[in-house]
């Protein structure tokens, strides 16, 4: 097991996969404050959202560097480069953990290829923070990440998942929340059971669950703004 003090400082030549807070600044754990303060560069998916994180944490700017969908083909292996050449470098993503439907992937995946150390610093994860207060069964879960827009795409997804003995997780878009529900009240019944969960570790954090057609109307009456996870128990759950 690593020291204390080993853990909170970077090593030379390591990548640190840095989880940081979904909405709550005070989720930022320990670990990671000291890692984004110490590494050498911050690889990240939006350096404005990234520079007002660091702007609220330490009184002195950080060395960032943009890595999103659009760059990580091409940025990937001069970072990994950088890393060899013994920097340490500290990627996180906009809200989260990275490379959990963020990027992160690309650069992990070369890392590993040559044999860098990877380190995940773990902290929040909107799927998981649903999971743990939802109630639904979550020994066995089946996470995929953003469905389709279409929602012909999305309808055959339940269709195929209709039987599932897994708990589903997913993420959904404000724009497209209140139609998902319709959709799983109609393709999986009024009764299987749900929760969704808005705004997770923020001021307006809503978190509804129940039967999909409760949880529809609930859903009807409260405000859709903000960012969704929803759950879908798998068809053999009974309380
Ligand atoms: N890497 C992130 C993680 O670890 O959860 C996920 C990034 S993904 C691009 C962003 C989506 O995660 C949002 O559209 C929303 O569905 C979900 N999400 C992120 N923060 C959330 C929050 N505070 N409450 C509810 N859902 C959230």
Do not use: W
Request: net charge neutral.
């Amino acid at each position: 097991m690593q020291g204390e003090n080993a853990s909170l400082t970077p090593e030379p030549g390591h990548l640190y996969v840095v989880a940081t807070p979904i909405g709550n600044l005070a989720d930022l754990s320990q670990r990671a404050l000291s890692i984004l303060e110490k590494v050498d560069c911050i690889a990240c998916e939006d350096t404005r959202n990234t520079g007002l994180l660091i702007s609220r944490i330490f009184e002195e700017k950080r060395p960032l560097i943009a890595y999103h969908d659009h760059n990580e083909k091409k940025i990937a292996s001069p970072l990994v480069d950088r890393i060899e050449s013994g920097e340490s470098i500290a990627l996180v993503s906009d809200a989260g953990t990275p490379a959990i439907s963020d990027p992160g992937f690309r650069l992990v995946r070369e890392c590993r290829k040559r044999g860098i150390p990877v380190v995940p610093v773990p902290g929040a994860c909107a799927f998981t923070t649903l999971l743990s207060a939802s109630g639904l069964p979550s020994s066995s879960v089946l996470f995929v990440g953003f469905l389709p827009p279409k929602s012909a795409a999305r309808k055959r997804f339940l269709e195929e998942n209709k039987e599932l003995k897994h708990t589903i997780a997913l993420y959904e878009s404000c724009h497209r929340i209140e139609k998902f529900l319709k959709e799983i009240v109609e393709i999986l019944g009024p009764e299987r059971e749900i929760c969704i969960g808005r705004e997770l570790t923020k001021k307006f954090e809503t978190i509804l669950t129940g039967p999909s057609s409760e949880v529809n109307a609930k859903l009807s009456n409260s405000s859709k703004k903000g960012e969704f996870v929803v759950l879908i128990a798998p068809i053999d759950f009974k309380l």
